[in-house]
């Protein structure tokens, strides 16, 4: 009985959400207990300098880390950007669902540069997309961290 109401649980899931979105969020879900799966998203997220969590909520955040961007060019002309900074930070949410554990993995990253103008508004931090390699990894990591752990994910 246990494993069919899993198997249910899992089957909706799985035909009600999806396994990234077009925010840059990876959705994934465990048959495994919401501590087991808090602890292994926290452990994965930890190089990433975590700078709150709350597990009764079930959120963890990073702090924004800056790094050297890739080289990208703007406007008609492709002009050399003011800079090459980017920073990015992570959100994590664990989501109980019965016998299963949701995890939701969040990048958000900007560019510093210039968008036109002489303005102050003109200069600062833009958004860009998240890097798909990241997400990637930290997926990854905590896909193997559960699987030590004896759970399965789908």
Known sequence: MQALRSSLALFMVALTGGCATFSGSHEHYYVCSYDV?????????????????????????????????????????????????????????VNRLDDVAAVSVTETRQRWHAKGGVTQQATRWWPIDPSEEVMRDISNRLNAKLAEKGCSSS
């Not at 990433?48 to 880390?65: L, R, V």
């Open 37 to 93: 799966v808090w602890d292994a998203t926290v452990e994965t997220l930890k190089p990433h300098s975590i700078t709150s969590q709350n597990k009764e909520k079930g959120i963890i955040e990073t702090a924004w880390i800056e790094m050297e961007g890739k080289e990208r060019t703007f406007g008609a002309f492709g002009r050399e950007g003011f800079g090459n900074r980017e920073r990015a930070r992570l959100t994590a949410t």
